[in-house]
């Protein structure tokens, strides 16, 4: 990657992390000490942090490098622009103060900590004023905004690597179909850029999903590009800030999981570890092992947040069903089916064919070739499969 690009997107995410370095103090304050919101500045303190976040999306974006300095410059790149340009638009003070007055309408007044996936407790009881729980809730929005602009922003980095001509090169056997493996990360790019276009015309359309919601929305996009660019490309992009991020979204995602599988099934989160074990020993046929065990799991989980009598009465439409059973498409919508907000359906229908064509594809694999796959295939294929995982049981309790 030529030095001026490189840099472009280093200064773009030092933006974000200077975003961060102001605002996770505050946040640690309002958990930690009730008398913080005694403070009669309060309402100054977070207004200036949302005006601060508002110049530093600004920057961000003036930071991105030019698309021409690219030697080659992919439909695939410009829609990972696209995603970075429509969340920035949505870094506006109307914006923001609509969105947080739309929440408090809806919900209870919020503050949510985008840094530990927390919220925190006994806001609504306070009694602070309508003006200072607004600002408040402004900038609880504004951060999980900026933690799904890191994310995009990482994505699009990596897409920048990712070519047509190189998709799989790093896979230890022969790709029958690049154009096909190529075809998967345009959908799913395709997806998430439909997502937040419609976030960026109808703002008001991310309350409903909820902030946490969309967050994990756009860590499975990330998870995605993130599988994408191991199999792709040896250049390694992962500064410490983006290989700290990476650690602490798959700490999240896998205590996140475990509590999630065992509230549904004990069974599941057995299975679960059970594959996990498999990849992380020295079995030679580890690979296999876990690919199989995912893929029951995936099936078995589907069925449980989606089970068939359920799905009937849900709908008749032929179109849900082969062979007299509901299709996966079917299961799919049903769980999703009490958002209304537009496209996310087609975006988890792409996500679960995603991770279950790479669950394929490794398996596969395992059966064409003595070489094995690198540790950073398998750490991100181990994290794609358990962000969607959990990704699907979030979405079920809508």
């Given amino acids: 990657m030529d030095k001026e690009i490189y840099e472009g997107y280093s200064n773009a995410i030092n933006c974000m992390e200077c975003y961060k370095i102001r605002t996770e103090p505050f946040f640690t304050g309002l958990e930690n000490n009730s008398e913080f919101f005694k403070d009669n500045n309060l309402y100054l303190k977070v207004d200036n942090l949302v005006s601060w976040g508002i110049q530093d999306t600004t920057k961000m974006v003036a930071s991105l490098p030019e698309l021409n300095l690219y030697k080659e410059s992919t439909e695939l790149l410009r829609m990972g622009r696209d995603i970075n340009l429509n969340m920035a638009g949505l870094m506006t003070q109307d914006i923001i103060s609509s969105v947080a007055l739309e929440y408090n309408h809806e919900n209870n007044p919020f503050i949510y900590d985008p840094y530990k996936n927390a919220s925190l407790t006994g806001f609504e009881n306070l009694n602070l004023g309508e003006d200072v729980t607004l600002k408040l809730s402004e900038l609880s929005y504004q951060s999980s905004l900026t933690k799904i602009s890191e994310n995009s922003i990482f994505a699009e980095q990596d897409l920048s690597l990712i070519y047509p001509s190189n998709v799989g090169t790093f896979l230890p056997f022969e790709h029958e179909d690049k154009h096909s493996l190529f075809t998967g990360i345009e959908s799913m790019t395709h997806n998430f850029n439909d997502m937040c276009n419609t976030w960026r015309t109808s703002p008001n359309t991310m309350v409903e999903l909820g902030m946490p919601l969309t967050e994990l929305t756009s860590i499975e996009y990330f998870n995605e590009v993130d599988l994408y660019k191991n199999?792709?490309?040896?250049?390694?992009?992962?500064?410490?800030?983006?290989?700290?991020?990476?650690?602490?979204?798959?700490?999240?995602?896998?205590?996140?999981?475990?509590?999630?599988?065992?509230?549904?099934?004990?069974?599941?989160?057995?299975?679960?570890?059970?594959?996990?074990?498999?990849?992380?020993?020295?079995?030679?046929?580890?690979?296999?092992?876990?690919?199989?065990?995912?893929?029951?799991?995936?099936?078995?989980?589907?069925?449980?947040?989606?089970?068939?009598?359920?799905?009937?009465?849900?709908?008749?439409?032929?179109?849900?069903?082969?062979?007299?059973?509901?299709?996966?498409?079917?299961?799919?919508?049903?769980?999703?089916?009490?958002?209304?907000?537009?496209?996310?359906?087609?975006?988890?229908?792409?996500?679960?064919?995603?991770?279950?064509?790479?669950?394929?594809?490794?398996?596969?694999?395992?059966?064409?070739?003595?070489?094995?796959?690198?540790?950073?295939?398998?750490?991100?294929?181990?994290?794609?499969?358990?962000?969607?995982?959990?990704?699907?049981?979030e979405i079920a309790k809508k």
Avoid at 254 to 259: A, F, G, Q
Avoid at 263 to 283: K, P, Q, T, Y
Avoid at 297 to 310: D, E, G, I, N, V
């Fill in 231 to 393: 199999i792709s490309t040896r250049t390694d992009l992962d500064d410490s800030f983006k290989k700290e991020k990476k650690k602490v979204v798959e700490e999240y995602i896998t205590n996140k999981l475990e509590k999630n599988l065992q509230m549904i099934d004990s069974d599941f989160i057995n299975m679960w570890r059970g594959a996990c074990n498999a990849l992380a020993s020295n079995n030679p046929d580890r690979v296999r092992h876990f690919c199989v065990s995912i893929r029951e799991l995936f099936t078995h989980l589907l069925h449980s947040l989606a089970p068939t009598k359920k799905v009937e009465k849900w709908s008749s439409e032929p179109q849900y069903y082969q062979n007299n059973k509901p299709t996966r498409k079917a299961r799919i919508e049903y769980i999703c089916r009490n958002i209304k907000t537009g496209k996310l359906e087609h975006f988890v229908s792409t996500d679960v064919t995603s991770s279950l064509a790479f669950i394929d594809l490794f398996q596969g694999g395992t059966h064409k070739v003595r070489h094995s796959f690198d540790k950073k295939q398998l750490q991100a294929l181990q994290v794609k499969a358990e962000g969607t995982l959990n990704y699907l049981i």
